[in-house]
């Protein structure tokens, strides 16, 4: 869990250093759009966060806990990873926002990496933990997913 959390944090800092240490020269009003990628990836991990606190604990806890329960409710009914998807939209729109065109392509890589992490580690740890139902949930629902109609479904079960 620590790892985790911690890789996530490395990728996200390493876009912010980069957008420091180089040149600002991206126009003002294409910064705009990173604004919108961060609102965009700060929704998605309230829904995911919101969701398997309500969901995915056979006993409720205060503050953060691993889920012990498996979940397909809310917006994991149409993507399999929506936290980790919103953290993905904070990074671009980090590297957007710095105004810098090489913070941007890194966060591109910083991306790529993130979704070969989920993809190789966690849908491991997934499918250890939770077996053919997990399998089966993989075959059905895709790890990411941008549709109007999944925050709809996702804000309806909160």
Known sequence: ?????????????SVIVVGIVM????PFYIRIL???????GVILNY???KTLKKYA????????SVPDKFT??????????????????LMVGVGIISGSWYALAYSGWAIFFGALFILYV?????????GSEYCNYIKTTPPFKISLECMKKAFKVI
């Open 1 to 13: 869990m620590k790892f985790r959390f911690f890789y996530w944090i490395f990728l996200f800092l």
């Open 122 to 130: 966690e849908e491991k740890e997934a499918i250890k933990k939770y």
């Open 34 to 40: 990173g604004v919108v990628f961060i609102i965009y």
């Open 72 to 89: 397909k409710d809310g917006i994991f009914a149409c993507m399999r990873h929506p936290g980790q998807f919103g953290n993905m939209f």
């Open 57 to 64: 604990h056979k006993i409720k806890t205060k503050g953060f």
């Open 23 to 26: 040149e600002a020269n991206m």
């Open 47 to 49: 829904l995911a966060g």
